[in-house]
């Protein structure tokens, strides 16, 4: 059993470019400017399938639409055992005619937003790190996607590197990076984070162990074999 032949509804070319252009209009009406960060992972953990030490060197600008109206998703603002931690989430939508326009006309290579990039919102001045891309929020209009959700989390920074060009971005975590050229030693780190508690910790500790005792975990235990 066929499809009727007459009607095309999945497969009429005109009809999804003017879903496109309308879709491109109304994000270029109700969204924002966003600069999104790409970069480079070439030390990728084969274990951990992470890169330590990533280079954000790619910088694109382009419109996207905010769908948290309401504000930001995710667990917000709360008090753990590590201290203050913000968990805001936020979920981007751009047409994938204007990624293609702004980014893969630029780089061939990127074809489609990436996790781990970067998304900087002017909003709230804050950097935001793609954790997931779905490409099909909207379900095949006339047989095509017309756009991408890029779902983001607040960045929590890990020593990143960023050589974009624009000095807001490049030095925007220079005051708790770590691996800047006037911190050489741990003791340069604990100085260097406002939120370290090291010193207090080991002091704390000096006074609870002790190691004069004999006991398995102690310092001073010595093995003598006797044969």
């Known amino acids: 059993m066929a499809t009727n032949v007459y009607f095309s509804n999945y497969d009429n070319f005109n009809e999804q470019n003017l879903i496109d252009d309308l879709v491109i209009e109304s994000i270029q009406i109700f969204g924002l400017d966003v600069t999104y960060i790409s970069g480079l992972f070439n030390n990728i953990d084969s274990i951990f399938n ?7 060197d790619e910088m694109y600008s382009f419109e996207v639409y905010v769908k ?9 603002d709360f008090l753990s055992k590590f201290g203050l931690q913000i968990r805001d989430q936020v979920t981007f939508t751009v047409a994938i005619r204007t990624f293609e326009r702004f980014v893969t006309r630029v780089n061939q290579t ?35 996607l017309q756009v991408y959700d890029i779902k983001c989390e607040l960045m929590e920074y890990s020593n990143e590197r960023f050589d974009t060009g624009r000095y807001d971005i490049d030095h925007y975590f220079d005051d708790i990076n770590s691996t800047s050229t006037f911190v050489t030693t741990l003791e340069d780190v604990a100085n260097n984070d406002v939120m370290a ?16 005792e004999f006991d398995p975990f102690s310092e001073n235990i010595t093995i003598q074999d006797n044969n």
């Not at 992470?50 to 954000?56: I, K, M």
């Not at 990127?110 to 909207?138: A, F, G």
């Open 50 to 56: 992470e890169d330590d030490t990533p280079l954000y």
């Open 68 to 76: 948290n109206v309401d504000g930001f998703e995710g667990e917000g």
């Open 110 to 144: 990127k074809v489609r937003p990436r996790e781990n990039d970067i998304i900087w919102l002017p909003l709230n001045q804050k950097m935001y790190r793609v954790t997931y891309v779905e490409h099909e929020s909207v379900f095949y209009q006339s047989g095509s």
């Open 197 to 212: 508690q090291n010193l207090e910790f080991e002091q704390l500790a000096d006074d609870i162990l002790d190691f004069s």
